[in-house]
């Protein structure tokens, strides 16, 4: 059983940085791409990076991108989301997952194992 846990949430202030981590069990997470994806009350959940399984290639969702990076060493199983210049928008609990292969785009469904998630708030 592959099972990625994130850690690193906290409540931060608006403008702060904070620094996500995800380690998971196994393979299947070195051969495939990484995400994150998050939640906020109410909403639906939503993409937000994602890292194919050498690093080599990432994207970002247009709401975090200049602010977020992703990043995992090569076929390795953890990934990270260093969080810059943080809003109380990006409150929120953060999801990281396993694609189904070595890369994958921000759907949802093209990401097998989830993490529990950390929650991530932001105050102002």
């Known amino acids: 059983q592959v099972s990625p846990v994130e850690s690193g949430g906290g409540m931060v202030q608006v403008g702060d940085s904070l620094r996500l981590s995800c380690t998971a069990s196994g393979r299947t997470a070195s051969n495939n791409a990484m995400g994150w994806f998050r939640q906020a009350p109410g909403k639906e959940r939503e993409f937000v990076a994602a890292?194919?399984?050498?690093?080599?290639?990432?994207i970002y969702a247009d709401s975090v991108k200049g602010r977020f990076t992703i990043s995992r060493e090569y076929a390795k199983s953890t990934v990270a989301l260093q969080m810059n210049s943080l809003k109380s928008e990006d409150t929120a609990v953060y999801y990281c997952a396993i694609g189904l292969g070595p890369y994958s785009g921000p759907q949802p469904e093209r990401y097998r194992y989830w993490g529990q998630g950390t929650q991530v708030t932001v105050s102002s």
């Open positions: 890292i194919s399984w050498n690093g080599g290639s990432e």
